[in-house]
């Protein structure tokens, strides 16, 4: 591997707002901090962006009042800090303030969920504990009976599981959003034709509060209309709101309830637990342990945090489930296996509970026979490939697990089962996956959310469920429980699924492991794909994904490593590499090359690397919002996914973006929440898409955030060449060596395997 010594400083970037994109409707805005807002509860203007993972620790800090933490590899609204060492898929501390951090060491999620209530299902606006689910109100009723003294406390959690239907009733289709249909379309999500108007009620409690009325918008979009009447009702409802803190919460609450308030309050536990949840579930996790929230009351000063949990869960506001060996015999236990009690939203957990019934009824259905399929393993390319699509003949759930090169054996597999008159699609997570699978010769290839949308793919039967018989999913490791649920509940039986995708990858942006859980569960065939990515950058790569960061042969100059000694001169290298070297070494265009950085705050994260590069590469004023023609932009149509843009130009109907040769235009008020500039990302955004270069950008205080999964998914970005800005020395094969990925709580696995295993007797 070359090496090359850097010199020289980098400008430092203006202020930014929370995704470094305008605040406010002011390009270069710091939004509104307690100078300007003094008052109980400090506002971020911004709202969600990037659908980018981060921790629980920096979801915790969303919406501090004091400004200054930035955000980093992740985007909360309302986010004004990120959690301490330690934590996952590039993201580093920016400020050291201190949140609701439901674990160490949780793997980070996307940006927060939009509007609904904290505890409630998206769009649902009822406040906690009203209008229950049946789930919800049958362990209300369960709990009731424990604390009567009725029913044994272990009871209510090991009645037998009904078997699941053997066909669910696929979903109606999403309604077409505003982007072009077809293949290369950028699918948009459905939003609300128009949002919550703040009543005058509302203005007036949040100022009764002390709360700004500029928060009054963010209140309005999580409570709904009721809001003023809600909050009376509950102050700590406030907390719905992600740009508020429990600290905040509390003073709202002194300021309207006097000297009614105390921090034993079952109204505070609820919204407390709640909350935590909900930056759980940010941090990718979708249960967690009692025991976790148990500590969180107790760190919050609840007085007695188990009496508190109790009304929490007579309320329903949480589900909780029990995890552990099933005793044949009462009082009998497994002293090396302890039961778990574990705790979930509605909305996760029914997710997950779904989705394990519905890869249950695809595993335990028979797929029709379909002719020449053995024939067609016959003509496979390669043997991994003829071994997937025998496993695809016999099976309705198959994993297939491989790197970049390993795309072309599902390829294969859908162009041969189309080759036998079956209806057969592939999907990936980015719309540059999509272009690769059609590249590989899959001619009807689309991408999940397109899919799912109806904007792209073979539409719905009559019944509602997808007009398909075998589907292939690529980029398996990004799909988030929800996406994954809604995705299994629109296949009809009989359809064969494969989940395919590279193992050593960052999970998902949303809750949940799911192709990790499906791998683990062993409940179908899984093909391991025996094809090598080719050339020094697979064999780079490839010893990561096994813990071992080797010095490969780069006769070409493939892998460059440039170290560097501090944030400024990694600033500067990476410019001089992304304007010059890499151009002319490759003969790709200037700022062709994709820059990855672990974060988005700091003197070397994303906003600091996009302001040189931009003054370098495409100056300008920013006169489209902090946007300029020829600007290169991360464009985030929904939580967790970025489209590669370049900004055409403006009117007013918006921001007109090239994508890949898709016009697609942004609306004014979303640009603030959807676009920023794209010369740097961070390798959670990068994952499913591959530019020619790749230049990873690790500067001195990225050391905590690396781990084998980050750096396997930055170093595997490029496709032609890749340097590496090396500033944490031994920090970065300690990192691919020791820790190999942030863990998740999940129930997905133990959910399959109970379904899935062979019958007894």
């Not at 509860?41 to 200054?68: I, K, L, M, N």
Request: proline content about 9%; charged content about 20%.
């Amino acid at each position: 591997m070359s090496t090359d010594r850097p010199t020289g400083e980098a400008e430092p970037e203006p202020p930014r707002g929370e995704h470094g994109t305008p605040t406010a409707g002011t390009p270069d805005s710091a939004g509104p901090g307690p100078a300007e807002a003094p008052s109980a509860v400090a506002v971020d203007a911004t709202g969600p962006v990037d659908g980018e993972p981060q921790s629980a620790e920096a979801a915790a800090g969303a919406g501090a009042g004091a400004a200054g933490g930035e955000p980093v590899d992740g985007s909360a609204a309302g986010a004004s800090a990120r959690g301490g060492a330690g934590q996952p898929g590039g993201e580093r501390a920016e400020s050291g303030v201190a949140g609701d951090a439901p674990a160490a060491g949780s793997e980070p999620r996307g940006s927060e969920r939009e509007g609904g209530a904290v505890g409630a299902p998206r769009g649902e606006g009822a406040p906690a504990g009203k209008a229950r689910s049946a789930v919800a109100e049958a362990l209300a009723a369960a709990v009731r009976a424990v604390e009567s003294g009725e029913r044994d406390a272990a009871s209510f959690f090991n009645e037998p599981k009904a078997k699941p239907a053997a066909r669910r009733p696929a979903p109606a289709p999403a309604a077409a959003g505003p982007a072009v249909a077809g293949p290369g379309a950028v699918a948009r999500p459905v939003r609300a034709a128009a949002p919550v108007a703040p009543s005058a009620g509302l203005t007036e409690v949040l100022a009764a509060g002390g709360a700004p009325e500029a928060l009054a918008g963010q209140v309005a979009e999580a409570l709904g209309e009721h809001a003023a009447e809600e909050l009376r009702e509950d102050p700590w409802r406030l907390l719905a709101v992600p740009a508020v803190q429990p600290e905040q919460a509390d003073g709202f609450a002194r300021a309207l309830l006097g000297d009614a308030c105390g921090p034993g309050d079952e109204r505070r536990a609820r919204a407390l637990v709640a909350r935590f949840l909900e930056r759980a579930a940010l941090a990718g996790h979708t249960v967690l342990e009692s025991s976790a929230v148990l500590a969180e009351l107790s760190r919050r000063s609840v007085p007695d945090p188990e009496a508190a949990l109790r009304d929490v869960l007579a309320e329903g506001t949480v589900l909780v489930f029990r995890e552990g060996p099933e005793d044949e015999q009462e009082g009998e236990e497994d002293a090396g296996e302890p039961v778990r009690l574990l705790l979930g939203l509605d909305r996760y957990a029914m997710a997950e509970e779904s989705l394990a019934d519905g890869l249950a009824r695809l595993v335990n259905a028979t797929p029709e026979p379909a002719p020449d399929w053995a024939a067609a393993a016959e003509a496979a390319p390669s043997p991994s490939a003829a071994e997937l699509i025998r496993a695809a003949a016999a099976a309705g759930l198959v994993t297939h697990s491989g790197g970049e090169a390993a795309r072309a054996e599902p390829a294969a597999l859908v162009t041969a089962a189309a080759g036998t008159g079956l209806r057969a699609w592939a999907a990936a997570h980015t719309e540059d996956g999509r272009r690769r699978l059609t590249e590989l010769g899959v001619a009807d290839a689309v991408t999940v959310a397109g899919l799912l949308s109806g904007q792209e793919g073979p539409g719905r039967d009559a019944d509602g469920a997808l007009a398909l018989d075998v589907l292939a999913v690529l980029d398996a490791p990004q799909l988030d429980v929800e996406t994954a649920a809604l995705l299994v509940e629109s296949l009809a039986d009989g359809t064969r699924l494969v989940l395919s995708g590279d193992p050593g990858v960052l999970w998902s942006a949303g809750p949940g492991r799911v192709f990790a859980d499906v791998l683990a569960a062993r409940a179908c065939p899984a093909v391991v794909s025996r094809t090598p990515d080719p050339g020094p950058i697979g064999e780079l790569v490839s010893g990561i994904g096994v813990g071992e960061l080797n010095q490969v042969a780069a006769p070409g100059k493939e892998v460059v490593i440039v170290p560097v000694r501090e944030p400024a001169e990694a600033v500067h290298r990476t410019v001089q590499l992304v304007a010059d070297s890499v151009p002319r070494a490759f003969g790709v265009e200037p700022g062709a090359a994709q820059v990855i950085t672990p974060g988005h705050g700091g003197p070397a994260g994303t906003r600091a690397l996009n302001a040189a590069l931009k003054e370098r590469l495409n100056p300008g004023p920013g006169r489209f919002g902090g946007f300029d023609p020829g600007d290169r932009v991360a464009y985030v149509p929904a939580p967790g996914r970025m489209v590669p843009g370049t900004v055409v130009s403006a009117d007013a109907e918006g921001l007109r973006l090239d994508c890949g040769g898709t016009p697609v235009v942004v609306p004014r008020e979303r640009v603030g929440d959807e676009v920023r500039h794209g010369w740097a990302v961070t390798a959670h955004q990068a994952a499913g898409t591959r530019w020619p270069a790749a230049v990873v950008v690790l500067p001195g205080d990225a050391a905590p955030a690396l781990t084998r999964s980050w750096v396997y998914t930055a170093f595997s970005r490029g496709e032609r060449h890749l340097s590496v800005v090396q500033g944490v020395e031994q920090a970065l094969p300690r990192a691919v060596a020791e820790v190999p990925a942030k863990e998740r709580t999940t129930r997905l696995r133990p959910l399959l395997e109970a379904q899935t295993r062979p019958a007894e007797g």
